[in-house]
């Protein structure tokens, strides 16, 4: 009889903590989003100070809160889902059709468990705004539109590269970012074209775009470059890549039309 009941105390006393240890987490993650409507973005490195716990304990908080949409989880902290972010609307889309062909063709090469970087503009916008319910896959993007859109997926672990925010742009650049990116490896990238051509290759308007492009093409398996058919055979200020590092060439016409040839006999699969 005695050993029954000491069991039962025992297994009592475990329910109890376990009860508590979740009561906590919940109060811990409460303090969280209260901080977060205060201050509209909190660091890992401070909020373990402030909350008294480990970051390892932190990011797994901004990792659950992140997946119930509570909150935007972004390299070294979190942002409010609540702040207006830039978000494009189908109007405001130069070429909409074009682009959301290339969208479509550009979802036929994801693969769930795919570790992705997506660039800016409203091209890849089109393409995340695509991707499935049941996609499971990592996104690293520096752009906050697109960051926000994939905010709302239940399955997909979006990482905003933080830096300098473009406000023209809608998207984050700077050296600390470059150092950051290159110490990941993706599967694949899709990046926009502001010019291609066959001599010069990949081009950017902006240099410090044209330096985070660089950065992604170089830890990346396989690159993807989207751009309309006006864009091809023109030239920009700033290059980004020789044709030798692009794998993929994605436009709205069909992949065997003339302007396209040369792209085909340099080995890049063009769609």
Known sequence: MHCIYM???????YYT??????????????????L?????????????????????????DLKELANEGKLLKIHGGALNTSQKVYSYQEEEIFDHDKKLVMAEKALELIEDNDVL?????????????????????????????IAMRLSEHPKIDVILFGGKLMKSAQ???GLDMIQYISKIRADKCFLGASGIDMNTGLMEIDWEVSQLKKAIIAVSDQ???????????????????????IHTLITEVDSYDGKLAGYRSRGIQVI
């Open 7 to 13: 069991q039962i105390n025992v297994t009592f006393g």
């Open 223 to 245: 690159v993807v470059v989207m751009s309309t058919s006006e864009k091809i055979d023109t030239k920009q200020r700033f290059r980004v890549s020789g044709l030798e590092s």
């Open 117 to 145: 970087i997506i660039g800016g503009g409203t091209t890849n916008f089109e393409l995340v705004s695509l991707m499935p319910p049941d996609l499971g896959v990592t996104v690293f993007t520096y752009s906050l539109p």
């Open 36 to 60: 977060l409507r205060e201050e509209k973005k909190v660091y890992s490195t401070d909020l373990s100070v402030r909350l008294n716990v480990s970051e390892d304990t932190i990011r797994r």
């Open 171 to 173: 998207v984050t650049i």
């Open 17 to 34: 903590c376990k009860k508590d240890a979740n009561m906590l987490k919940r109060e811990r993650q409460d303090q969280i989003l209260k």
